[in-house]
């Protein structure tokens, strides 16, 4: 005999404007500093910008207060302070560009797309009233996610660039797809496993301990797989395949438990990437950068050497423990400072110090994406939330992991930070989902629960003696 | 701008990262939602103290059944204002009493709901009469008693005396 009581639950609005606060507090500083940095004084629209920064964070705070009370008061500000230190980093980079004669604006550019990303969160927030609506669109969401994935391969549409076939070119804006498949599927996977979880968990013969699943529900698995290895062959994009594959594995051990789908993933993964790295230059050129990163021959080789990496390394070297300081470093002498190796360039400016603070913030949202997966009551829900979380700590994982040669190098963005406008606003909606997913998680739950010891029903109908009725007792439980 | 300012800026700066993670974890730790699940029987053997008291420890823990209508009138007499369940799988249960009966017994539309092999579907019933309460048998098969006797008629329940109903005991409380 146990007792099962509902905690009760702060709604965390107020927590959250304070956290909030203290986020935009270091985007601003990080602004500022990275303006005082390189030029020795206090960027002149720091105020400007602080109060941008601030009426988007304060807008979506006060949608989340209107359509989503009970959201978790974390995912936000943790959001809102990844994205102000990367805004500042790509800032102070367009300045070291600027002084070796390379105009860029990357920093306007991801201002804009940082404010079309808010908005759009607060319109996922504000549209989308209960996230089990997108249960309805399972197999739309998986024709929507294969038709992104495939849209960089129609001739005349896809562009290719640094030679990944990745994006797509529309009127001028270029944007990169997969980072919108990956929600697409992450819905679609959710609806699927949640229908199917039961044949893929039960069924079919175990040996040495491990439950086998039958050949014929090995089918969907094949067909992802297929699809990854496609998105590795013709796209030649590392990163979007290992992103699609582990996050299809993530989800299948979240709805099965078994181990035994873990396992046989991996092989077929770790059998892709060895046949990928004999037939494919590209590939193989990553892991020997990987392996041998230090050898001068494979330093000095272009394309496909590990120059990039190496100072990238000696970046981070350069830093420290505590770091140069904004817009003390030289992270512009690393291609591409701005997107794929933003983290070195966090790593040389803040140092291990600050590095692992934006590390952690990245745990922390993982964290509240996995609590909101128990949470949640419904087995799509949790099947989402999950995945969703899952998403952004891979992809964390497989960025900072190149990065400091962990594993070999992929082409995934850091979510938030690194410039790029598909992935900020695609993070922001996976951030939106996850906010409104929490909101259904931490909601009490409705007060019409079956109850040992209902409040003693005080006699509605005058003068009689039966009150011992269930409608009696319902109307007392309020 | 001098060095010194440069580097205090530069780990105040830090400072600032790490109180957003730290406190950020500390939200964490105080945000605990969902359901939390209390082993009745182990609670029993860790705190075998007086029935009273556990069953006033349990009032607060479960605002949910908190009483929010009592009715006036029975909160303004000096009589009995709950029935206490002190011994039994529902130790520490508290049924607020209003002006109305209360009904124990196994079926679930009964107001006090026993999860009790030796108590009957309909087993007994709690009555405000002329300012007391009384305790009637409703043809049970295992009896209920009243301080050891076991009633035929119903029966006034002084404050505190025990009525055992099947493996329960319950007492009224002011």
Same mark, same amino acid.
């Given at each position: 005999m146990a007792t099962v009581q509902?905690?009760?639950?702060?709604?965390?609005?107020?927590?959250?404007?304070?956290?909030?606060?203290?986020?935009?507090?270091?985007?601003?500083?990080?602004?500022?500093?990275?303006?005082?940095?390189?030029?020795?004084? !206090?960027?002149?629209?720091?105020?400007?910008?602080?109060?941008?920064?601030?009426?988007?964070?304060?807008?979506?705070?006060?949608?989340?207060?209107?359509?989503?009370?009970?959201?978790?008061?974390?995912?936000?500000?943790?959001?809102?302070?990844?994205?102000?230190?990367?805004?500042?980093?790509?800032?102070?980079? +367009?300045?070291?560009?600027?002084?070796?004669?390379?105009?860029?604006?990357?920093?306007?550019?991801?201002?804009?797309?940082?404010?079309?990303?808010?908005?759009?969160?607060?319109?996922?927030?504000?549209?989308?009233?209960?996230?089990?609506?997108?249960?309805?669109?399972?197999?739309?969401?998986?024709? #929507?996610?294969?038709?992104?994935?495939?849209?960089?391969?129609?001739?005349?549409?896809?562009?290719?660039?640094?030679? #990944?076939?990745?994006?797509?070119?529309?009127?001028?804006?270029?944007?990169?797809?997969?980072?919108?498949? $990956?929600?697409?599927?992450?819905?679609?996977?959710?609806?699927?496993?949640?229908?199917?979880?039961?044949?893929?968990?039960?069924?079919?013969? $175990?040996?040495?301990?491990?439950?086998?699943?039958?050949?014929?529900?090995?089918?969907?698995?094949?067909?992802?797989?297929?699809?990854?290895?496609?998105?590795?062959?013709?796209?030649? +994009?590392?990163?979007?395949?290992?992103?699609?594959?582990?996050?299809?594995?993530?989800?299948?051990?979240?709805?099965?438990?078994?181990?035994?789908?873990?396992?046989?993933?991996?092989?077929?993964? !770790?059998?892709?990437?060895?046949?990928?790295?004999?037939?494919?230059?590209?590939?193989?050129?990553?892991?020997?950068?990987?392996?041998?990163?230090? +050898?001068?021959?494979?330093?000095?080789?272009?394309?496909?050497?590990?120059?990039?990496? !190496?100072?990238?390394?000696?970046?981070?070297?350069?830093?420290?423990?505590?770091?140069?300081?904004?817009?003390?470093?030289?992270?512009?002498?690393?291609?591409?400072?701005?997107?794929?190796?933003?983290?070195?360039?966090?790593?040389?400016?803040?140092?291990?110090?600050?590095?692992?603070?934006?590390?952690?913030?990245?745990?922390?949202?993982?964290?509240?994406?996995?609590?909101? #997966?128990?949470?949640?009551?419904?087995?799509?829900? $949790?099947?989402?939330?999950?995945?969703?979380?899952?998403?952004? #700590?891979?992809?964390?994982?497989?960025?900072?992991?190149?990065?400091?040669?962990?594993?070999?190098?992929?082409?995934?963005?850091?979510?938030?930070?690194?410039?790029?406008?598909?992935?900020?606003?695609? /993070?922001? !909606?996976?951030?939106?989902?996850?906010?409104?997913?929490?909101?259904?998680?931490?909601?009490?739950?409705?007060?019409? $629960?079956p109850s040992l010891t209902p409040?003693?029903?005080?006699?509605?109908?005058?003068?009689? /003696?039966? +009150?011992?009725?269930?409608?009696?007792?319902?109307?007392?439980?309020? | 701008?001098?060095?010194?300012?440069?580097?205090?800026?530069?780990?105040?700066?830090?400072?600032?990262?790490?109180?957003?993670?730290?406190?950020?974890?500390?939200?964490?730790?105080? %945000?605990?939602?969902?359901?939390?699940?209390t082993d009745r029987r182990?609670r029993k053997?860790?705190?075998?103290?007086?029935a009273?008291?556990a069953a006033?420890?349990t009032e607060?823990a479960r605002?949910?059944t908190?009483?929010?209508?009592?009715? *006036?009138?029975? *909160?303004?007499?000096?009589?009995?204002?709950r029935l206490v369940v002190t011994e039994g799988p529902l130790r520490g249960t508290i049924v607020?009493?209003?002006?109305?009966?209360v009904?124990i017994g196994r079926?679930p539309?009964c107001t006090l709901v026993l999860d009790d092999d030796y108590s009957?579907?309909?087993h007994a019933?709690?009555?405000?009469? %002329?300012?007391?309460?009384?305790?009637?048998?409703?043809?049970?098969?295992?009896?209920?008693?009243?301080? %050891?006797? *076991?009633?035929?008629?119903?029966?006034?329940?002084?404050?505190?005396?025990p009525v055992r109903v099947g493996q329960s005991v319950l007492e009224?409380?002011?």
């Open positions: 509902p905690h009760r639950v702060r709604a965390g609005r107020g927590v959250e404007l304070g956290l909030l606060l203290l986020a935009l507090a270091i985007g601003v500083a990080s602004y500022a500093l990275a303006g005082i940095g390189t030029t020795d004084e !206090v960027p002149p629209d720091v105020i400007g910008y602080g109060l941008g920064m601030a009426a988007l964070a304060i807008g979506i705070h006060l949608v989340l207060r209107w359509r989503a009370p009970f959201a978790d008061p974390v995912i936000l500000p943790i959001t809102v302070a990844l994205n102000g230190i990367g805004l500042a980093m790509i800032y102070r980079i +367009d300045f070291a560009y600027a002084a070796r004669g390379r105009e860029d604006t990357f920093a306007q550019r991801q201002l804009v797309w940082t404010a079309v990303s808010v908005i759009l969160a607060a319109a996922v927030i504000v549209f989308l009233r209960d996230h089990r609506t997108l249960r309805r669109y399972t197999y739309t969401a998986m024709i #929507a996610g294969l038709g992104l994935v495939l849209l960089p391969l129609i001739p005349g549409l896809g562009v290719s660039i640094n030679g #990944a076939n990745i994006w797509v070119r529309v009127g001028g804006v270029g944007f990169q797809p997969a980072e919108f498949a $990956k929600i697409a599927f992450a819905v679609f996977f959710a609806g699927y496993l949640v229908t199917h979880r039961d044949t893929l968990a039960l069924a079919g013969p $175990k040996v040495l301990g491990l439950q086998l699943p039958r050949p014929r529900d090995l089918g969907p698995i094949l067909i992802v797989w297929g699809a990854s290895v496609a998105v590795l062959v013709l796209e030649r +994009d590392l990163g979007t395949s290992l992103l699609f594959f582990g996050l299809f594995v993530a989800m299948l051990y979240l709805a099965t438990e078994r181990l035994s789908w873990v396992i046989i993933c991996l092989l077929l993964f !770790v059998a892709g990437a060895v046949i990928a790295a004999g037939a494919f230059s590209h590939v193989a050129a990553r892991f020997d950068a990987w392996l041998h990163a230090f +050898d001068p021959a494979v330093f000095d080789q272009s394309p496909g050497g590990s120059g990039q990496l !190496v100072r990238g390394l000696f970046g981070m070297a350069s830093g420290g423990l505590f770091g140069t300081g904004w817009g003390q470093g030289r992270p512009d002498l690393v291609p591409f400072a701005e997107s794929d190796f933003i983290v070195a360039s966090l790593g040389e400016e803040l140092g291990l110090t600050g590095l692992l603070a934006i590390l952690l913030c990245y745990a922390i949202l993982t964290e509240r994406g996995m609590r909101t #997966a128990i949470g949640v009551r419904d087995g799509f829900g $949790k099947l989402l939330a999950g995945g969703l979380a899952f998403i952004v #700590a891979l992809q964390t994982f497989v960025v900072v992991g190149g990065v400091t040669r962990i594993i070999p190098l992929t082409g995934l963005t850091t979510p938030f930070i690194a410039y790029g406008g598909s992935s900020l606003v695609a /993070n922001w !909606v996976i951030v939106a989902l996850l906010l409104r997913i929490s909101d259904e998680a931490r909601r009490p739950a409705p007060s019409m $629960k409040v003693a029903g005080t006699p509605v109908v005058g003068g009689s /003696n039966e +009150d011992d009725q269930p409608t009696e007792l319902m109307r007392g439980v309020r | 701008m001098s060095e010194l300012t440069i580097t205090l800026l530069r780990l105040g700066y830090l400072a600032l990262l790490w109180v957003l993670v730290l406190f950020a974890i500390g939200v964490l730790r105080r %945000d605990l939602y969902g359901t939390r699940i182990r053997a860790a705190v075998p103290a007086a009273a008291a006033v420890a607060p605002p949910e908190a009483p929010t209508r009592t009715p *006036r009138s029975a *909160r303004s007499g000096s009589g009995p204002s607020p009493l209003g002006t109305s009966s009904l079926a539309g009957s579907s309909r019933r709690i009555f405000p009469q %002329d300012g007391q309460w009384l305790v009637e048998d409703l043809g049970s098969t295992n009896g209920t008693f009243v301080a %050891d006797q *076991r009633v035929e008629a119903p029966t006034p329940v002084p404050t505190g005396t009224l409380q002011r």
